[in-house]
């Protein structure tokens, strides 16, 4: 059975939010995507301001600090998994949003 990879995006509206609790019930939800198969990758992410943007399209490249787009919202993690279509990775998704208690946008990765 071939598997899709799929990018779930945590949507926060603040850096280190998580609280222990959440922590916790992520540690269990990334296990349970290790035990069943699912898991690619996953991590969180430093606060937007840290960000650099580089854009090297034109004849100098310019670098500018900050995150590409000023947002209430931000992505503050998120997970690679695999799944065999997109209604295993949409209810996996709704499991990792209870966990972390966040949103979670799911996007596939285009196909190789």
Request: hydrophobic content about 50%; some cysteine; proline content about 4%.
């Amino acid at each position: 059975m071939v598997h899709v990879q799929y990018l779930f995006s945590v949507i926060d509206h603040a850096t280190g939010s998580a609280t222990p609790a959440e922590m916790e019930a992520i540690d269990v939800f990334n296990d349970r995507l290790v035990a069943d198969g699912h898991w690619v990758f996953a991590a969180g992410l430093d606060a937007p301001d840290t960000a650099t943007v580089v854009d090297g399209r034109g004849a100098q490249v310019l670098v500018t600090d900050g995150p590409f787009v000023e947002t209430k919202e931000h992505v503050a993690g998120f997970w690679l998994i695999e799944a065999p279509d997109l209604d295993v990775a949409l209810e996996l998704a709704a499991a990792g949003s209870a966990a972390c208690n966040r949103r979670v946008e799911v996007r596939p990765f285009l196909a190789r």
